[in-house]
């Protein structure tokens, strides 16, 4: 059964111009996502806007948790997927949520789309 669904599109740009802050780097993502994705600013950018779609999936925004529990992760052949930690996990953990995402660009745009599911 679904249990949320959540979108949103991203500026790479304004992204890449905040993470030029260290502050807003750590306070939105895991030192993991930081070391995997600094020089790819693109990939930084699909981070944010999947924790904001993931967050608008949950249907609380950005409560309960902080967005660098959020993670947005690649297996081996590219596909995207969330991995949670903290609060996040727990309230996945606790409501049981399977999450699924998909990301798209082009140009100076990033869209993601996020479906989470319970039984």
């Known amino acids: 059964m ?6 949103d599109m991203t500026e790479i740009s304004r992204v890449t111009k905040a993470c030029a802050k260290e502050s807003f780097l750590k306070k939105v993502f895991s030192e993991k996502e930081i070391e995997l994705y600094r020089e790819r ?17 949950l249907g609380t925004g ?12 690649r297996d081996d052949l590219g596909k995207p997927y969330y991995e949670f930690r903290g609060r996040a996990e727990e309230i996945v953990s ?7 995402v998909s990301v798209t660009d082009e140009g100076d745009l990033v869209t ?3 479906v989470l ?3």
């Open 2 to 7: 679904i249990y949320g669904i959540g979108v």
């Open 41 to 57: 600013p693109e990939k930084l950018a699909a981070g944010f806007a999947a924790k904001e779609a993931f967050s608008k999936a």
């Open 62 to 73: 950005v409560r309960g948790f902080s967005m660098n529990e959020v993670e947005l992760m």
């Open 112 to 114: 993601v789309f996020t």
């Open 94 to 100: 606790s409501r049981k949520l399977r999450s699924f």
């Open 117 to 119: 599911e319970t039984e």
